[in-house]
């Protein structure tokens, strides 16, 4: 089908086409970097926690939280922060909570805000492209006072193929953005349900050494 089109034409007659192909680097790049960073990240937490549980209990509480900052998934950095705030008033806890937990979702977010926004306006600047090869096209046909079926399906099959290049762009970019937030979704209510699991066996071992004073 495109055997005998002429890309290096197209680019050059086309300031479009450049700026789809710079959109193209810029999504490919970031994209690669966030799959390298959620691919880092994708460690499940659970073994760890549990580790980290069985320390916090019995008094290990540094221990406990040094285990927590060794898990690479956000549920260790959240619950690291649950650890070291053990002391503090309930409400103190809960705040040092949502903070970590809104330091892991900016680190988790970074970035997929230009993928969404390549998904969103790739398909707009391929358009753009297309009226501007049709209007390309009639100025030639006027300039040439020719009209005949080669001149115009050539003129459109140039200006065509940049709404096929934005779009080209664009689904990746779509796909990849919204898989990435549901990642980020699933890996941030891990993290906080992870704990308020751990805070709360720390809460009922305190609550069993103290009716064990008392009880004595």
């Not at 005998?4 to 680019?11: E, Q, V």
């Not at 300039?143 to 200006?159: F, M, W």
Request: proline letters at 3%; hydrophobic letters at 50%.
């Amino acid at each position: 089908m495109f055997e005998h089109f002429d890309w290096i034409g197209a680019m050059r007659n086309s300031p479009v086409m450049v700026l789809i192909l710079g959109c193209s680097v810029l999504t490919f790049g970031y994209a690669f970097e966030r799959l390298a960073y959620f691919w880092k990240r994708r460690q499940s937490p659970d073994a760890s926690l549990a580790k980290a549980t069985e320390l916090a209990r019995a008094g290990n509480l540094k221990e406990a939280a040094w285990t927590c900052t060794t898990i690479a998934h956000p549920a260790g950095a959240v619950s690291a922060q649950v650890l070291q705030s053990a002391g503090m008033a309930p409400e103190a806890q809960e705040e040092k909570l949502q903070i970590a937990l809104s330091e892991q979702r900016l680190m988790l977010d970074r970035n997929l805000g230009v993928l969404g926004t390549m998904g969103n306006t790739a398909p707009l600047i391929g358009l753009l492209g297309t009226v501007w090869g049709i209007m390309r096209a009639f100025h030639d046909m006027a300039r040439t006072g020719s009209a005949g079926p080669s001149v115009v399906a050539a003129g459109v099959a140039e200006a065509l193929f940049t709404t096929a290049a934005g779009l080209l762009v664009a689904v990746p970019a779509v796909l990849l953005y919204n898989h990435l937030v549901r990642r980020m979704s699933v890996m941030l209510t891990t993290a906080e349900n992870s704990a308020r699991s751990l805070r709360l066996s720390l809460n009922e071992t305190s609550s069993s050494e103290t009716l064990t004073r008392r009880a004595a």
